[in-house]
């Protein structure tokens, strides 16, 4: 009975050593809430795009860029505004006539550090015939990437972020290892004192 008992404070030991390990992974909050919203159709127009995170974006470091990348049917940016990070929103907008299907990517830094990143689609339909050629936008995304002066700074295609599954992970292992560790050392302690006995 002892030795059961044994083992499971071990394993609550170790069991509360993983998840204070791992507790920074899940500070960060991966809550969206995304307007247009996920699958939602739209009328063609200057479509204003929100993105409100869980907690609070990084802004003021020129060294992070919070971006927003909306791209169409044929994988091909569409002209939007430069995306604005104010609190848990970051937001741009952009000029699309033509009906379809249209990405939304996007990559932030929130101000615990954590990037985050991901993706979602909406549909446009145009009823009143706009025309976005009537409608010129300052196109920050779309003239960086047509340039020749850099490379967009992500990808028109979803991305993973796969960081917080790694220190997971990793802090998983290490719980196992102790959880072994400890459990070997209270077995052999037993053993010396049942010889000793």
Request: aromatic share 6%; net charge negative; hydrophobic share 40%.
């Amino acid at each position: 009975m002892k030795r059961i008992s044994s083992i499971l404070a071990t394993f609550g030991l170790a069991l509360t050593g993983f998840l204070a390990i791992s507790s920074p992974a899940f500070a960060h909050s991966d809550e969206l809430e995304t307007n247009p919203a996920a699958d939602a159709v739209v009328e063609a127009g200057r479509i204003p795009i929100t993105l409100t995170f869980g907690e609070p974006l990084v802004t003021g470091d020129d060294s992070i860029v919070n971006e927003i990348v909306v791209t169409n049917e044929n994988s091909e940016i569409v002209p939007a505004l430069c995306a604005v990070a104010e609190n848990k929103d970051l937001s741009t907008a952009a000029a699309i006539d033509q009906p379809g299907e249209y990405t939304v990517t996007y990559r932030v830094v929130s101000e615990d550090g954590h990037p985050v990143s991901g993706a979602y689609k909406f549909k446009v339909e145009n009823t009143t015939d706009y025309s976005a050629a009537e409608d010129p936008i300052d196109a920050c995304v779309y003239a960086m990437a047509t340039s020749g002066e850099g490379e967009p700074l992500i990808s028109p295609a979803p991305v993973a972020d796969d960081s917080n599954k790694t220190v997971q992970i990793i802090a998983l292992i290490a719980a196992i290892i102790a959880l072994l560790t400890i459990t070997t050392f209270i077995g052999r302690a037993k053993s010396r004192k049942s010889k000793s006995e």
